[in-house]
């Protein structure tokens, strides 16, 4: 069959489009199989992974050692704005210093390093921070999230990031966790967002039950600073418990004398403790932190802690 010169170039041109468009996708394929490979969900993001610089409110990992991150992440969030709201609810955690890799390993997710491929958070890596941060959230009825099971993550030998902190280890502080906080304005505001209510009241009693601490409202009038799920029944005959609190020690409780600062989370039916303050008049950071509640806004995130 004779061509012309028009027809001839046309059918290169056609061709050349057709390789092109081959070798765009192999390389989309192989800048996400590796991905693919270890999470089986086979996601392609709807825009091209980006460099963008760290904002400075996204506190989780605005610290962390490096200032650019990929967007999205490694956790799917496409938006800057979702990955704000996702991470905040974490920033608690870090307080509790329940490991000296939790920052590494969570900002490797939620805020990854510009890299030409994504790395992931070795196994290890992930079940060293579980081991040691999943009892903290427990206290507060949180599990350990499905979307951070440590099987997902790459073996030791990959290429993923390890434990950074091999020789640093916290002094976990045997005290309970929601006595565990200091009587601080942003320590507050952040428990009071992570509370489905919050209550300025007296306690009667306190109890031991199957491992639990049980704490007993006084029958008195309680000021509600935040009702969120608590019913009217609940405050008739209110009821909280530090979730395993049995044998941990609470130094607000030794003395029952005072009014407390009292936020919790309903979870099962049960009323959880998150954080419990002697209720101290003179306190700067305790008045600043009940005036800022009535017209603070909570961030819309889902949390997890």
């Known amino acids: 069959m004779n061509l012309t010169f028009q027809e001839l170039c046309k059918k290169v041109f056609l061709l050349f489009k057709l390789l092109f468009s081959c070798w765009t996708f192999l390389y989309e394929y192989d800048y996400y199989s590796w991905q693919s490979d270890n999470f089986h969900n086979g996601r392609f993001y709807t825009k091209q992974p980006q460099c963008v610089d760290i904002p400075a409110d996204l506190r989780l990992c605005h610290n962390v050692g490096y200032k650019k991150m990929r967007l999205p992440n490694l956790l799917d969030h496409e938006t800057m704005l979702e990955v704000k709201h996702q991470a905040g609810s974490w920033v608690p955690l870090l307080a509790k210093r ?71 280890v916290f002094s976990v502080s045997k005290v309970c966790p929601p006595c565990d906080n200091e009587l601080k304005a942003d320590n507050i505001m952040e428990h009071y967002c992570a509370s489905d209510f919050v209550l300025k009241m007296k306690i009667k009693e306190v109890k031991k039950e199957k491992g639990d601490r049980k704490l007993i409202a006084a029958q008195k009038k309680k000021k509600v600073l935040k009702q969120g799920m608590l019913r009217k029944k609940d405050l008739k005959k209110l009821t909280l418990y530090i979730k395993n609190g049995a044998n941990c020690p609470c130094s607000q409780l030794e003395n029952l004398g005072s009014n407390f600062l009292i936020m919790g989370r309903k979870v099962d039916q049960q009323l959880l403790l998150v954080s419990i303050h002697k209720w101290d008049k003179k306190s700067k950071e305790l008045k600043f932190a009940i005036k800022y509640m009535k017209s603070y806004q909570c961030p819309t995130y889902q949390t997890a802690y």
């Not at 992931?120 to 999943?134: G, M």
Request: proline fraction near 11%.
């Open 98 to 168: 329940c490991h000296a890799d939790t920052q590494v390993f969570l900002c490797s997710l939620f805020a990854p390093v510009c890299l030409d491929r994504p790395i992931y958070p070795c196994r290890s890596l992930c079940e060293a921070v579980r081991d040691s941060c999943a009892p903290v959230m427990e206290t507060y009825g949180f599990p350990w999230p499905e979307m951070l099971t440590c099987d997902k993550f790459p073996i030791d030998n990959d290429l993923c990031i390890p434990m950074q902190n091999y020789f640093l």
